[in-house]
């Protein structure tokens, strides 16, 4: 009898309780529903724009990116290409010029991720590579299946350089404007800006 009794208490008491609790009571708000325009907003939906002009890698506003002294090719990037997407990814045009001359021309992409941590289905600081440079015929080719690769505050040698973009560009969020991303890039990407990282470790 007892028993039923210490029973009967338990589920008053918890009865209760359900009945005066609220979503304040909670650390989860259960009433909240994401919107369609918020759920876009948090999505990553790449924007369709057209390659840029092709361009003279012997003229124009390019801009040495420094590495590290060990990093056996000189990468440039034309300031004049540099621009934000609607999608919120920077476009710009490399010339990764090898050891032996030569030029290896790129139109790239790169995302800058809100956070560094992805949730659902947001999107993580990435670069594409949209077109390489045919110098012989002046145009560009597109790959085939070309598609965004992970970057973030880790990398490894073989990337050191988008390293640098990525510290450049991301690292203490985005400008909202062109010039304050070239401003951005000569102040932390050029041989003697101050480096944020150490590429030579």
């Not at 876009?40 to 369709?48: H, I, L, S």
């Not at 947001?122 to 080719?141: A, H, M, P």
């Not at 909202?176 to 150490?198: C, D, F, H, Q, S």
């Amino acid at each position: 009898m007892r028993r039923i009794s210490l029973l009967v208490l338990a589920l008053a008491a918890a009865h209760a309780y359900a009945a005066g609790s609220t979503d304040k009571d909670s650390l989860v708000n259960t009433r909240y529903k994401e919107s369609a325009a918020e759920k876009n907003a948090r999505e990553f939906k790449e924007a369709d724009i057209p390659l840029p002009a092709f361009p003279d890698p012997a003229r124009g506003n390019w801009f040495d990116i420094y590495v590290d002294r060990n990093y056996g090719k000189s990468p440039k990037i034309l300031t004049d290409s540099i621009e934000i997407a609607p999608d919120r990814s920077i476009r710009y045009v490399l010339n990764v010029k090898s050891a032996q001359g030569y030029d290896n021309l790129s139109v790239e992409g790169l995302f800058c991720a809100d956070t560094s941590f992805s949730s659902g289905n947001s999107k993580r600081s990435s670069y594409k590579v949209f077109g390489y440079g045919d110098t012989v015929n002046r145009r560009w080719i597109e790959p085939r299946k070309a598609e965004w690769k992970p970057i973030g505050s880790t990398f490894n040698k073989n990337d050191a350089m988008r390293a640098v973009l990525y510290q450049a560009f991301c690292v203490d969020g985005v400008p909202n404007t062109t010039e304050g991303l070239v401003k951005r890039l000569k102040e932390r990407a050029g041989r003697y800006a101050p480096k944020m990282v150490r590429h030579d470790k």
